[in-house]
DNA sequence: AACCTGTGCAACCGCCGCGAT
DNA sequence: GATCGCGGCGGTTGCACAGGT
């Protein structure tokens, strides 16, 4: 379906495009090949990161600085994780994005394994669309505020609901975790809500004990892990039918689901998308104009 | 089966800031 | 102070693919 499946079922990422490349003056664009992939990664593994220039020159790749740059950060990085972004990290951006706007390498840094690029393209792809169809501006106040009052809490529940419903206890007494690494270090996030919301196991950045591929892991039990397959692909899965029971939506009886949830992961935030939204938007709009 | 449309993501582009000279 | 090269960032585009008609 998505390019998350494709990338699975080729089971090497991208190199399935076949993307026609161009070779200007001597320099390569369009898609990396395989090859170039390994000569631009064995030679950061034993070289090291930056001077991309020079990367480009001394690994024999025919690619400008910026592009191998891009290639390792975006792709190449063996941290790096691709996909399947989950009900943390979507709060965790609607969140920072509230605070930073547009600034995709800020909020990066507290989403780690995650690229500014694919947050980038989240927003758009996801976030942007969803403002399109309401026809209104993504930079609204309207938008921004059924993010901030309807969005935002109704992920923050289904976290908590999952949490709960896997009844380890892990996340909810989280609430001690220590921020050891880099974003304990950012003066300006000082905010008790992110704070919170990283704290409660947003991340597994954040949380040493669910860091990395394990199974029991909150990510892995809100959005399978890193499996490419999950989120964005499960059209009328189960999912879909929990968070409808699950969501708390309640106040205006606006319970039912609109049928165009249309990517229909149940831990998208498609699946937040319904009427009541639109009818927040609306009561918006009618008391700007009062 | 063929075509059309929508989607998601990788990659490119242009701009900017910064350090070196 | 001016210039240059580089890296980083945000915006945008191109395209493979899936689903619909």
């Known amino acids: 379906m998505d390019a998350h499946v494709r990338g699975l079922s080729s089971g090497s ?14 320099v390569r664009k369009g898609a990396w090949t395989v090859e170039e992939d390994s000569l631009l990664m064995n030679y950061v593994a034993i070289h090291g990161e930056g001077r991309w220039n020079t990367v480009a020159r001394s690994a024999g790749l025919k690619r400008t600085g910026k592009s191998c740059r891009l290639r390792w950060l975006n792709y190449l990085r063996p941290d790096v994780r691709r996909g399947n972004i989950s009900l943390q990290e979507q709060l965790m951006i609607l969140e920072l994005h509230s605070r930073w706007g547009n600034r995709w390498s800020k909020i990066a840094q507290y989403l780690p394994g995650r690229t500014d690029n694919e947050i980038k393209n989240y927003w758009r792809t996801r976030v942007q669309k969803q403002a399109k169809q309401l026809k209104c501006d993504v930079n609204s106040k309207q938008f921004k505020d059924t993010m901030r009052y309807v969005w935002m809490p109704r992920l923050l529940e289904r976290i908590q609901a999952k949490s709960h419903s896997n009844s380890t206890g892990q996340r ?3 609430t001690t975790t220590t921020f050891t690494d880099s974003a304990s270090n950012h003066a300006d996030i000082t905010t008790s809500q992110v704070y919170e919301m990283i704290e409660s196991g947003s991340d597994p950045k954040y949380m040493p004990e669910i860091s990395g591929a ?10 399978s ?20 029971q699950n969501g708390s939506v309640g106040e205006q ?17 498609e699946s937040l998308w319904n009427e009541e939204n639109i009818w927040f938007l609306q009561q918006q ?3 700007d104009e009062v």
């Open 13 to 26: 990422g991208n190199h399935i495009q076949q993307r026609d490349e161009e070779v200007i003056c001597g």
């Open 172 to 174: 909810t007494s989280s």
């Open 214 to 223: 394990s199974s029991d892991s909150l990510g892995a039990q809100v959005s």
């Open 225 to 244: 892990g890193s499996d490419l397959t999950d989120c964005y692909s499960l059209h009328g899965g189960s999912d879909y039918v929990d968070n409808t």
């Open 253 to 269: 009886g606006f319970e039912q689901q609109h049928s165009n949830n249309w990517l229909g992961g149940g831990d998208s935030l």
């Open 285 to 287: 709009l009618y008391d």
